[in-house]
């Protein structure tokens, strides 16, 4: 059994994730289009523009613009999708709606998970969306120390007619939302526990789903997931268009110093200011865990 001081605090979370983009002005009004999301802040940085979107104040997004990067490989380690979480079946139908009438959108399946219904899309420059919405935790289904996590038929239609009504649909800019789990790319399932597990904190919560290892904090089914569906054996990555960060929010400065810990026993360099510290995994993601209340300014800084 871990210990305290070997896994994450419970209330860590997830935060923006970092896309590099081609078309900055394209790839932000279709995430402002098909996910309700809103420009909150820009900075230029040298050559590049950075430019965060999300819902009320939640930074949920970061798009930065790198249009001589080559297009996003999806056989290569990376982003598998960013899975944006909302509080009700209505929101979710409401995005979910609004993401289907955006011609630009494509869009992939759905699927019940049993902890979750989720919907995927991918986004004009092949990056995969999930939008989900998570059932009570009393639901979710136990075996032993795993949570069972399941891909069952989910009929789109018959979800948009049980839960779409107009004043969610107007609303949905205003609500709530933010990202519950990123799912990734890596090269090999035994590399990336050594790194997201032992070094990082998280805990394993489903082991036995054919390529791919779910894990989270605080009994989550999961905040990050890892599969080798398409990029099993895919070496260190080339520089694209894609993924650029993930963002880790936990909760205290010992929270930071104990992962910094973790990893300068394993020999694995990292950055750290006192607020965050970055790392890279084995395939050359960077990962970055922040204090809460990461400002805009301090994402678009980072």
């Known amino acids: 059994m871990a210990t305290s001081g070997e896994i994450l605090d419970a209330d860590t979370s997830m935060g923006a994730v970092t896309l590099r983009v081609g078309d900055l002005e394209s790839m932000s009004d279709y995430y402002s289009a098909a996910f309700a999301m809103e420009p909150l802040a820009e900075q230029g940085k040298r050559r590049e523009a950075h430019r965060v979107l999300g ?20 056989r290569q380690a990376g982003l598998f999708h960013t899975a944006f979480l909302f509080e009700t079946p209505a929101s979710l139908a409401a995005t ?5 009438q955006d011609p630009r959108s494509q869009f992939v399946g759905s699927s019940d998970h049993s902890v979750s219904e989720a919907f995927y ?15 009570d935790r009393s639901l979710w289904i136990h075996d032993g120390a795993e949570i069972r996590i399941a891909t069952e038929f989910l009929d789109p239609n018959a979800y948009l007619q049980r839960h779409l009504d107009q004043a969610t649909l107007d609303q949905a800019p205003a609500l709530a939302g933010l990202v519950g789990h990123v799912h990734l ?25 054919r390529g791919a290892l779910f894990a989270s904090a605080g009994g989550y089914h999961h905040h990050i997931a890892m599969n080798v569906w398409n990029s099993g054996g895919a070496g260190p990555r080339a520089a694209s268009l894609g993924l650029g960060d993930v963002s880790i929010t936990v909760p205290t400065a ?16 990292f950055a750290g200011d006192g607020r965050s510290v970055a790392v890279d995994d084995p395939w050359g993601t960077r990962v970055t865990l922040s204090l809460p209340d990461l400002s805009t300014e301090e994402l678009l800084s980072r």
């Open 55 to 74: 819902r009320g104040t939640t930074p949920l997004v970061r798009l930065i613009h790198t249009p001589d990067l080559p297009a996003v490989d999806r």
């Open 96 to 100: 979910v709606y609004r993401a289907a």
């Open 121 to 135: 899309f991918t986004d004009p420059e092949g990056n995969g969306v999930e939008l989900y919405t998570d059932r």
């Open 185 to 209: 790319q890596v090269g090999d399932l035994d590399t990336a526990r050594s790194f997201y597990v032992d070094a990082l904190g998280f805990e394993a919560t489903q082991t036995g789903y």
């Open 254 to 269: 010992d929270d930071l110093e104990a992962v910094a810990g973790r990893l300068r026993a394993r020999s694995i360099a």
